[in-house]
Each structure stands twice: as C-alpha cells, then as structure tokens.
C-alpha cells in the first residue's frame, strides 16, 4: 500500500538540481515502512516542509495513518 503516492514528473535529474530541490524543500520524501522508525521520521520530514510518501506493505497500518 502506498500513501500519498503522485506520479514523478522528472526522475532524471542532475545532483546540483536534487541539491536545490532539497535546499527549497521542493523534493519528495518517501519513507519505506511505517513503523517505530519510519512513521516519525515521516511525520518529522512533513514538518519541515517536504512533500511525503510513507510506503509499507501492511494496509492496516496505511490505513490508520491516512
């Protein structure tokens, strides 16, 4: 299952433009596995400013996050 996932418009990208992406927190985060570890480290990233993917493949658990 898969939360908030959007299509990636331009995967191809050189390291200076991922670099900025992130400097602007105009990159995508995303976050596989959504448990002890990876569901703050989610919900950290969306505060600061990142657009967020959690990823995990137990649909009960994407569930009782959306």
Same mark, same amino acid.
């Given at each position: &299952?898969?939360? =908030? &996932?959007?299509?990636?418009?331009d995967a191809n990208i050189t390291e200076a433009e991922l $670099? =900025? #992406?992130? @400097? #602007? /927190? *105009? %990159?995508?985060? %995303?976050?596989?596995? !959504?448990?002890?570890? =990876? !569901?703050? !480290? %989610?919900? @950290? /990233? @969306? /505060?600061?400013?990142?657009?967020?993917? =959690?990823? *995990? #493949?137990?649909?009960? #658990? $994407?569930? !009782?996050? @959306?």
């Open positions: &299952m898969v939360l =908030g &996932m959007q299509p990636v418009e $670099v =900025g #992406r992130i @400097a #602007r /927190k *105009d %990159a995508r985060v %995303a976050i596989f596995g !959504l448990g002890y570890v =990876g !569901l703050p !480290l %989610a919900v @950290a /990233k @969306a /505060k600061a400013g990142f657009k967020v993917v =959690g990823i *995990d #493949r137990n649909p009960d #658990r $994407v569930a !009782l996050v @959306a």
